[in-house]
């Protein structure tokens, strides 16, 4: 049931115009990218462009959205500039009809002119404003239903299109037909335009991805039959034949030893022992007893109240002794008195519940089956468990015996098994490592292939000089596939939206409340900062950009996206950055609310921090940490594939527990430090030169709550409970209110040669707590509000706080949603600091700083009388004998200020 929440705290509405207001005095400017303009391209580990380094700030646009009209793309193009956007990533543009994608509205097997000509009108428009394109080629093109090829079962065509060679063309012959023509607004073919500057050639697609094992193990046989085939060629070329094969897979067979697990009966017989344990979370509820099933006397589970939640159901046999790097075989009876699933793993039985090598998704039917699984132990642990979850909202009866956890059991060469007759299997269950290893080599191998022959595709037969990266990082191996492409590229979602039956289901959702500064051990920045593949004495290293990030709609904490994500990227020196996503749909504009978990047009605690995190990020608010930057070696480079499938086996397609063995870091030791993978070269390189003063600091007290800051040359950034805050700074920055909150305090020079000399003395304050549309209706818990979005305006929670700065010659202005000045802020001296207190009562996220009079102890004519002067010199005022007036580096005169003086008085441009 959803019920309207009712919060004490008071929301305003906070609606920044879809208009992008010329008077605004927090807009940034972009120099425009000429169709002769140079490209940004690779030096080094770093983005360049004419010589310079050049960061990327953007975000993505979604089906739809790459797709406004020509009335509506030149006010989309300067509300994104404005806020500092230089990019953005044309996502999913392939996987609709129009006018949601690029497809023919009824047959949706031709590219449709009018979605290309509102495509090209677009592009345009964003260059015209100084914003690059990222064309994905690949994203949600099932190329398989237009071609004639069978349903390969997974979504989106992913991990068959690594492979399967009609596939691969079809995708060739989508860039061709996106890249090998001529955008008339632009006057040039679009794989010549300097302003689509990175292509992306699939998204999200690999062997090593999350349920890439799962997919691989069941695919129709058209396409299994495919790959078995190419598995049997690569083991042909490595090992000849088969008894040459069966030599090496067999050489390591070990015999199968003692169970270690108590059976059923002994464990009801004998109540004392407890060897298995059933467990039960958040109000679910079974019986485990001895029951029998079709003659069979097992363990049955009566289900009486379960959720969505697998793990709310759970039986475990604690107490195992588990050795790293030993193979182990768990084997089991089970059916149930219907089909269902359930889900086994090999886990740790103590904080914090690592998986320690096993988990796999089991389907039981009516009839009794063995299941047998094989796996090698990713870590030492004397209190490791078998583990068994049976919730997720299924309350069929099910019966589970014989359960065996056993060193050894491998299998070599399986019998009937021969490469001459090309019958070796992908997968069996219990295999040797031997066998494991050399099929992640071959798949290894497979998707690099696919991955360099795209690029080769795409720069040598279709000429585009931009920069092309494959898709993102799943493990060791995934790395190793992307080494080779322009740069490296990653993901992350907080608290992504669940969808606990059917995917995507607009009423059937949930997110966890939880606020990422309080989950140090969990929080997605790390797990990205260790996927980056940098630079090393001989390796020039890869540029590192993350192209989809969200701490979606509704968290409460959602506010700490932007903050977070900006500065702990600059901190650790990456490249670009494209938050997901600016919007779904060709006609949201002006809708003045958020509709869904991941839209930030209209979400104030996203898009109200943008320009914040521009000035952090891409203009160098803040720097990077410490003066040495380390890099730590994957592979010995005599065999590289053996060792990185080795630890793709032990940690999976996570990255950081890579970084941790390797670099034996934890987590903590980024916030400062660099420590970066790359393939084969270990050593530190020392920085010392390049004074770094940005200092981060993230702190969990014992309450569970957590406070994240980040202070550099320019900026200033603060996240998380209120009562945290003064501590963190010694008093500098003190939150009241609300309980949650976002700050940051950032310079308005972004350097430019556009940006106007005034700009250096001007700083924008941003702080919000929750952000909510008009009339959301959550959960009581808050986790959901199923289709119940609300409407406009949306609504924020202001904050209440002191803020002290330790220079004198400050005013404040709350600023409107629109950039312009709302009203004046009264500041105070106290102990030899300005104090600023920023209130609720202005109805605002957003103030503005002004420095003038006496900063840094140089005597400076104050700015605002500077430009009353030079107004007075416009309205035919020369008679007034003023000398030319000292202003921050030099003596600047009237004349030659006048005219944007004025502007700058009247509030015109920034």
Known sequence: MLIPFVCSAQMVPFVIPAQQDPNSLIAIQNEPIDTTGEWITVAGDRFVLSGERVKIWGVNLSFGGNLPSSADAPTVAERLAAAGINSVRCHHLDTSKYPSGIWHPTTGQTIYPEALDRLDYFVNELAQRGIYVNLNLHVGRAHSQYIGLPDPGTSYDKIVGLFVPQLIQAQKDYARDMLDRVNPYRGMRVADDPAVGFVEITNEDSFFMWNGEESLRNLPSYYADILQGQYNDWLADEYGDT???????????????????????????????????????????????????????????????????????????????????????????????????????????????????????????????????????????????????????????????????????????????????????????????????????FLAETEKAYFDGMYSYIKDNLGYDGLVTGTIVFGPLGLYAQSDMDFIDGHAYWQHPVFPNVPWDPDDWYIQQKPMTDYIDQATVFALAAERL????????????????????????????????????????????????????????????????????????????????????????????????????????????????????????????????????????????????????????DESNEPNTTVVSWQVDIDGKGIYTAVGPSAGVYVGHKGKFAAATGNTVEVNEPNYAALTITSLYSGDAVSPPESKHRFLITACGRCENTGMVFSPDRTTVGTNWGTAPV????????????????????????????????????????????????????????????????????????????????????????????????????????????????????
């Open 795 to 910: 609504r924020i929670e202001p904050v209440a706080a002191t803020i002290r700065f330790g220079y004198k010659g400050l005013t404040c202005y709350a600023l409107s949603p629109d950039g312009t000045i709302k009203t004046t802020v009264p500041v105070h001296v106290e102990n030899g600091q300005t104090v600023v207190e920023i209130s609720p009562v202005y109805e605002t996220m957003w103030y503005l700083l002004r420095v003038s009079g006496d900063v840094n102890g140089d005597e400076q004519t104050d700015f605002r009388d500077f430009c009353k002067l030079a107004q007075h010199w416009l309205q035919d005022e020369e008679s007034v004998d003023i000398a030319p007036v000292p202003f921050g580096d030099g003596v600047v005169a009237l004349e030659d200020a006048a005219i944007w003086a004025d502007n700058w008085l009247l509030g015109v441009g920034p």
């Open 534 to 685: 940098g630079k090393g004495s001989t390796y020039s290293g890869k540029p590192f950009t993350v192209s989809e990030y969200n701490h979606p709609a509704p968290l409460d904490s959602q506010v700490s996206c932007v903050p977070m994500l900006a500065s702990f990227a600059a901190a650790q020196d990456w490249d670009g950055l494209w938050l997901y996503t600016y919007t779904h749909s060709e006609n949201s504009w002006y809708n003045n609310y958020f509709p869904a978990y991941f839209d930030i047009m209209h979400n104030a605690a996203k898009w109200g921090f943008i320009t914040a995190g521009a000035n952090i990020f891409r203009y160098g608010g803040l720097g990077p940490v410490g003066d040495t930057y380390s890099y730590v070696g994957l592979a010995n480079p005599n065999d590289p594939l053996g060792e990185l499938a080795d630890l793709h086996l032990k940690h999976g397609s996570g990255m950081f527990g890579v970084l941790a063995e390797k670099a034996g870091i934890a987590r903590q030791d980024l916030l400062n430090s660099r420590i970066v993978h790359t393939l084969y070269e270990t050593g530190v390189i």
């Open 243 to 441: 008894n040459s094969l069966r030599a090496v897979w067999d050489a390591n067979v070990e015999p199968l030893g003692p169970n270690v697990v108590t059976g059923f009966v002994e464990h009801f017989n004998n109540p004392g022992a407890n060897a298995w344990v059933l467990e039960e979370h958040e109000g679910c509820d079974a019986t485990f007893e001895l029951g029998t099933y079709d003659g069979n006397t097992a363990a049955k589970f009566t289900i009486h109240v379960t959720d969505s939640t697998g793990w709310h159901l759970q039986v475990k046999h604690p107490q195992l002794e588990l050795v790293e790097g030993q193979y182990y075989t768990l084997s089991f009876d089970a059916a149930a008195e219907g089909p269902r699933t359930v889900w086994c793993s090999v886990m740790q039985d103590h904080s914090p519940w690592a998986n320690l090598g096993f988990n796999r998704t089991v389907e039981l039917t009516t009839e009794w089956q063995t299941f047998t699984f094989g796996f090698t132990a990713s870590a030492d642990d004397n209190d490791g468990r078998v583990n068994i979850s049976f919730g997720g909202g299924d309350t069929t009866t099910w019966y589970l015996n014989d359960v065996q956890l056993r060193t050894g059991g491998q299998v070599g060469l399986a019998e009937g098994e021969s490469l001459e007759a090309g019958t070796v299997q992908l997968f069996v269950d219990a295999e040797v490592k031997k066998r494991a290893i050399d099929r992640m080599r």
